[in-house]
């Protein structure tokens, strides 16, 4: 009993969390339909979850200081949270949400450039397999070339290449920054999606904003669901921090699940052949991708002393605290 305790909480606080990714489009929906807009939506929801960090983990202020990391990831988790968030407002939520998971593809490139990890022929594969997924998705005899068919899926590919980025560079973050605790990251995260949706907001057309009970109703929204991402966020930390990379993100795929089924129910929108097709290629890949990667830990041998598996277990140890399956900055 104790060691299902001990080992089903964390996967349980990882499906939670993929739960509330998963739903998330429809209170951004119920906003934009009260006038707040994609891009203020962003912008508000990730000030109060980052505001929300900060007071409850003033503490860890102390670990941050200054690397150009931190701009870096700020500004693609500030792509990433705006992609999705716009995308699954204007967009048809599961061609937005699988476009966004095309992760292989652009996580295999960015990690080869920014991380210099050889580019196998594995990691191309699998690239490959989700770049087909997304090629049958979109591919049709009437619109051409299989490419995003309007902004919103746009926006959700630019969210997914964000995601990758972000991935990167928390992993990157991790190693170069291990005093940095996580909470801080994930500050870094909301307060970067915040500044840059705040920027975008600039350039989109305000429609007259809510008034009266509507703005009553808005700002408890905006309230409620900066409150919720936050205490997401930590929570997945805490998931992520007992559970093996390659299982927990498998895990993660559990979101697509969770929207597929709230699309349906609350949108009417139901995926047709091509549509189920590309995704699971896409899903394939992502959850191909996980075992594919997944870190073997060896025991030490005292009488070698190999320095090479002592970095491979420092290597294992900064993924599982905040590496490549950390959580994503959601709105």
């Known amino acids: 009993m104790n060691?299902?305790?001990?080992?089903?909480?964390?996967?349980?606080?990882?499906m939670l969390g993929a739960s509330v990714w998963g739903m998330i489009w429809y209170p951004l929906r119920m906003l934009a339909a009260l006038g707040v807009t994609g891009t203020a939506a962003s912008a508000l929801t990730s000030g109060a979850g980052c505001l929300f960090v900060l007071l409850v983990r003033h503490r860890a202020l102390k670990t941050v200081r200054w690397h150009w990391l931190l701009p870096a990831l700020a500004l693609a988790a500030g792509i990433t949270n705006l992609g999705f968030v716009w995308g699954s407002i204007h967009g048809q939520v599961m061609r937005v949400l699988l476009l966004f998971y095309l992760t292989p593809a652009w996580t295999a490139l960015f990690a080869h450039f920014i991380l210099h990890e050889r580019l196998t022929w594995s990691g191309a594969g699998l690239a490959a397999l989700s770049l087909a997924g997304a090629m049958t998705m979109l591919w049709s005899p009437r619109l051409g070339l299989p490419v995003p068919g309007n902004l919103a899926e746009w926006a959700g590919l630019a969210g997914?290449?964000?995601?990758?980025?972000s991935n990167v560079l928390i992993l990157k973050t991790s190693r170069v920054l291990p005093e940095m605790k996580p909470e801080m990251r994930t500050a870094t995260i909301f307060g970067g999606a915040a500044l840059f949706s705040a920027c975008a907001s600039l350039f989109e057309a305000m429609p007259a904003p809510p008034t009266g009970a509507h703005l009553g109703t808005a700002a408890w929204l905006v309230i409620g669901l900066g409150l919720l991402l936050a205490s997401n966020n930590m929570l997945v930390q805490y998931g992520l921090a007992r559970v093996p990379a390659n299982r927990a993100s498998i895990i993660m795929l559990f979101e697509i699940v969770v929207t597929a089924l709230s699309a349906w129910l609350f949108a009417g929108?139901?995926?047709?052949?091509?549509?189920?097709?590309?995704?699971?290629?896409?899903?394939?890949?992502?959850?191909?991708?996980?075992?594919?990667?997944?870190?073997?830990v060896l025991p030490p041998d005292p009488a070698t002393e190999d320095v090479s598996l002592a970095d491979d277990l420092d290597s294992d140890r900064n993924d599982r605290k905040g590496g490549k399956n950390r959580p994503r900055a959601m709105v």
């Open 3 to 14: 060691n299902w305790l001990r080992n089903g909480w964390p996967t349980l606080a990882i």
């Open 160 to 165: 997914g290449m964000g995601f990758a980025m």
């Open 269 to 296: 929108e139901t995926p047709g052949p091509r549509e189920w097709a590309g995704g699971v290629c896409i899903v394939l890949a992502s959850a191909l991708s996980s075992w594919v990667h997944r870190t073997k």
